[in-house]
């Protein structure tokens, strides 16, 4: 089974390593870079106004709790930007995270599930969002129940903070452009942020 390698927030800023303070306001980004596979950043605002946006995968702004509970904020934009974005990835690791996505995009009425492909190299579940014609490809991995905990940790570390601010500053990605509009929801849909049940 691949391994995955993402960076957790470490409560300092990834640039110049300076300490954040209790409340204080950072960038955080998510980027791919070699081993690491997917690397989490925190930039203190000096730090992201010098850096270069467009080598991140998406980003978002929080404050720094050190205290924070530890569980799984599912911020629904957030999830489905990664999403999008590790689309056409093919690292075993990536392809895990976007089968384990769409396992919560579609509990939550954001991907639609269209039909099963079925080869010589495995499933493929095959999903289209709503409102759009567009086909969807994610792998099929036959994960544990210990094995979807571990994978949910590892979410919840590199996601840490998304959603917890107005996301008017945030990259303006493709998937977030397209959010369902409010008087559209789905009858019934949960909260944009909730902890995630046990079973993906």
């Known amino acids: 089974m691949a391994e995955w390698k993402i960076r957790r927030r ?3 800023c990834s640039g110049c390593a300076s300490a954040f303070e209790e409340g204080a306001r950072h960038a955080s980004s998510l980027r791919f870079d070699g081993e690491e596979i997917l690397v989490r950043e925190d930039l203190c605002s000096a730090c992201w106004s010098s850096g270069d946006e467009s080598s ?3 980003w978002w ?3 720094h709790q050190k205290n924070r509970k530890a569980t799984l904020q599912l911020d629904l934009s957030s999830l489905e930007r990664l ?3 590790l689309g056409g990835r093919e690292e075993e690791p990536l392809r895990e995270l976007r089968y384990l996505l769409s396992l919560l995009l579609m509990r939550k009425r954001k991907l639609k599930l269209i039909k099963v492909e079925r080869g010589a190299k495995g499933e493929k579940l095959v999903l289209r969002r709503p409102r759009r014609t567009e086909e969807l490809s994610v792998w099929v991995f036959d994960f544990t129940p210990d ?3 571990e994978l949910r940790a590892r979410l919840q570390e590199a996601l840490d903070g998304a959603g917890s601010e107005p996301s008017e500053e945030s990259a303006p990605q493709e998937a977030a452009s397209q959010e369902q509009p409010a008087d559209e929801a789905e009858a019934g849909e949960q909260p944009a942020d909730e902890e995630v049940c046990a079973e993906a």
């Open 147 to 149: 094995r979807i905990e």
């Open 61 to 63: 702004f929080t404050r």
């Open 10 to 12: 470490l409560g300092e």
């Open 56 to 58: 991140y995968l998406f």
């Open 83 to 85: 999403f999008m974005g």
